[in-house]
């Protein structure tokens, strides 16, 4: 008598979570559908809008037509050649994109181009003069800076601003001023050694 009492309270407060959890689902779905929506809408319905956009990169002057969405690196590398700059992540966590915006780094991946009327980009192609490499660019391959490459630009520029900004005093700050960077082939010990070469 006891057990199928005790049977019955379980089967109403299972049937009452069921139920519960039912109508907290039903009540939230208007909301997720809106929400599914409204991010439908701005991934693949924003407007195009096409800007005019004048600035320098590595000392030429550029006049464009650009699209407002237009990341700098996808400028650099789709609009004007210039694959120096690579696309790693493309989400600001592995600094293959690194360039400099009126002299300081910056992640071209998360840089929109239309914030950059009148400024002056440097790039990987612009660092060397003619034919002489910058001393950065020497001091990584004198000091073996590099594996497969596919960061080494990135890497350069992070280590050019780095020196100018004086975050050399030591290893260990070179490390950290550097950890934006990241090397799939681990080249850091090179890339460190080539930085303290430059800095001194
Ligand atoms: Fe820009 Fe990775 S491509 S941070
Ligand atoms: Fe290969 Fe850095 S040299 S990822």
């Keep these: ?58 000392g030429k002057d550029y006049a464009l037509n650009t699209d407002s969405r237009t990341t700098l690196l996808d400028l650099l590398r789709e609009n004007l050649n210039l694959t120096g700059t690579k696309k790693g992540c493309d989400h600001g966590q592995c600094g293959a994109c690194t360039v400099h915006v009126d002299g300081k780094r910056v992640l071209s991946c998360l840089t929109l181009s239309a914030t950059l009327p009148n400024k002056e980009v440097t790039t990987i192609e612009g660092l060397a003069n003619g034919d002489n490499l910058h001393p950065m660019q020497e001091a990584f391959l004198e000091h073996d800076g590099y594996q497969c490459g596919y960061c080494t630009s990135g890497q350069i520029m992070s280590a050019v601003a780095c020196v100018n900004e004086g975050r050399t005093t030591s ?30």
């Excluded at 991010?39 to 924003?46: L, Q």
């Excluded at 550097?178 to 080249?187: K, Q, T």
């Design 171 to 200: 290893t260990e700050e070179i490390k950290e001023f550097m950890s934006g960077n990241i090397c799939r082939c681990g080249a850091y010990n090179g890339i460190t050694n080539a930085i303290k070469s430059v800095a001194k």
């Design 1 to 58: 008598m006891n057990n199928q009492h005790d049977s019955t309270k379980t089967y109403s407060r299972r049937f009452f979570i069921k139920a519960s959890s039912a109508f907290t689902a039903l009540a939230f779905i208007p909301q997720t559908v809106k929400a599914f929506c409204h991010d439908v809408k701005e991934t693949f319905f924003v407007k195009k809008e096409i800007i005019p956009l004048s600035l320098k990169i590595n």
